[in-house]
């Protein structure tokens, strides 16, 4: 059986809207996006301008009613921090947004809810990873590395972490990398 082909967007905004040009089973350039409440919301036009013109509008119409994680000030805790970065995970596949909930609020905030922001260390990770390893499967504990790893990133993005603050350097959760790939005779 043929696999379908997903049309790749010719562009695609801040707040997730994308527009899409014309196809073989659509003449038209759409607009889609979600509003404020969460509902899709899409249509079509004829000239890619005015597609665009449309999308402009409804980001604009969006950034007035989104919460912008990016644009709040610095948050204090890490549980301020897992706040923002799971309401930045709107444009994100839902599966992807419901297993970093899960790994942070069953795993991280627990143990880093409120630990301040700035004083967060790679210690302070391993504790996580050390509660998780307590409990879980190996993978699902570098899961919960990874989460805390997008965790960082996400700071790092924002201008929230100090360049030299690298609460994440500890937090493999796997093998160490001197131990891949080595044989023994």
Known sequence: MPR????????????????????????????????????????RF???SDARDHARGVEKALENTVCVPGRLGAPATVGQLIDRYLASLGSRSVRYAERQEYLLRMWVRPVLDAHPLDAWASSDSEQVLDRAQAHLAQSTVQNVGSAMRSLVTFAFKNRWLAKGQRPDVAACGGPQPSSRGVRRL
């Open 4 to 43: 379908r082909k997903y049309a790749k967007p010719i562009a695609t905004f801040e707040h997730g809207t994308k527009v899409y040009g014309p196809s073989e089973a659509e003449p038209r350039y759409r607009v889609i996006s979600k509003d404020p409440s969460g509902a899709r919301v899409f249509a």
């Open 46 to 48: 004829h000239q890619e």
